[in-house]
């Protein structure tokens, strides 16, 4: 069903894994979308082609969300080429997996720029440019409830991004804008797989409840069905899409 016709999609890390996998969700249920992405063109463009072969609209748009500058220009892009930016996905993310005494400042800076300040940079633009009746949603992650080893710098960047949602839920909902969180358990994606074993992958899948870590698809669809009317009434919230892995 294309519940999302009309509506305008900007998607932050569109360009691989969970990301692209939103934002052909959002473009298979009707909305035109931005597919931004900071380095990998060619994977962007990839996305794009296949929305587009399946009859759906889609932009690429390169830009660091770390940098407010940047993100103003995203939504000169999306505003200039759709008329309006309707929702919101803060995807982008890095993750450096270290004990926190093996943690250099350059990484955990890098991690908090990529992971936080460029939720910051968006949710603040978004504050004046997101249409009213609009709807964002953050991906966070399953860790900051497990509390791994070795995940500390990204655990407490999306700690960090959890606590900007509930807070600017209550600042802008006024609006009828909805500010929520969707927290993927173990994803087959390019991120979480590098340099884990088979071993490890297959120990984490017997930890859900179907026995098996999530696919893309799986958490696409969740932010298709906050991104929709019927999640109207659902606002601050943190839908652990995780297959019952915590």
Known sequence: MQTLTGKTAIITGASRGIGASIAKALAAAGASVVVNYAQNKTSA??????IQSEGGEAIACQADVSQAGEVKAL????????GAVHILVNNAAIMINQALADTCDEDFDRTLAVNVRSVFNTLRESAQRLADNGRIINLSTTV???LLPNY????ASKGAVEQLTRVFAKEIGIRGITVNVVSPGPTHTELFTRDKSEETIQRMAAMSAFGRIAKPEDIARVVVFLASDEAAW?????IGANGGFA
């Open 152 to 155: 500390g710098a990204y655990a």
């Open 144 to 146: 900051t409830r497990l």
């Open 234 to 238: 659902i606002t601050g919230q943190n």
């Open 45 to 50: 463009q990839q996305v794009i082609s296949t």
């Open 75 to 82: 939504f000169d892009t999306a505003i200039q080429h759709f």
